[in-house]
């Protein structure tokens, strides 16, 4: 069975594709995981509430429209890098200490990571949706992911604000991981936006590679 991309002309339902199910059962045992050994359980289900959105969209949607192996791909190690970081609350992940104590740097950078990923793993997801969903213009499916990324990163940003200060602020600290940089939300922003750009030059650059 051919690993399929976004120009792959067919897609391969979710009982046939063996990559599917495989990530599908991974994530179940990665989730539960989480869920097991979270240092905060409160946090957790904050944070996992946009996992369960994101997992239950993809499955309802999955008949209507399929997305590519290599798009599936990087949602799925998007989503590990997501589910992850909430086991511990973003500013105390262990790898982000261990990165800290690795480059001496003055936080925890694990939630900025993510935000870059964001960008980075799930711009190509849109582009395939785009261009095989919607079949607009190939100009459109490189440049619409990016300001996607930067509109949903500014979105995101606001519902951290509400969930941190209006509606649970029990947890709002630890979901905010702001870690005293009042320009935090800003920089996150910058991220994510700078992970599409970077992953639209490299998609398009290495299309334009095998081209040759």
Request: aromatic content about 18%; charged content about 15%.
């Amino acid at each position: 069975m051919p690993f399929t991309t976004a120009s792959s002309p067919t897609r391969v339902p979710f009982t046939d594709n063996a990559l599917l199910k495989a990530f599908a059962g991974a994530f179940a045992v990665i989730w539960a995981w989480t869920f097991i050994g979270t240092t905060d359980r409160a946090n957790w289900i904050t944070e996992n509430a946009l996992t369960i959105l994101f997992v239950g969209g993809l499955a309802l949607t999955h008949r209507r429209f399929r997305f590519s192996d290599l798009s599936y791909s990087l949602m799925f190690v998007y989503i590990l890098l997501h589910v992850y970081g909430a086991m511990y609350t973003y500013a105390e992940n262990p790898l982000g200490y261990w990165l800290q104590d690795l480059f001496h740097s003055e936080r925890n950078h694990y939630d900025r990571i993510v935000h870059f990923s964001f960008g980075f793993l799930l711009a190509y997801p849109m582009r395939d949706h785009f261009k095989n969903h919607f079949q607009w213009p190939n100009w459109v499916c490189w440049v619409l992911p990016v300001e996607i990324t930067m509109s949903f990163s500014a979105a995101y940003e606001l519902i951290e604000w509400a969930v941190a200060d209006v509606f649970f602020p029990a947890q709002g600290h630890a979901y905010l991981g702001s870690q005293g940089d009042i320009w935090d939300a800003q920089k996150d922003m910058a991220l994510a936006f700078s992970g599409a750009v970077l992953a639209m030059v490299l998609w398009s650059a290495a299309k334009r590679a095998m081209r040759r």
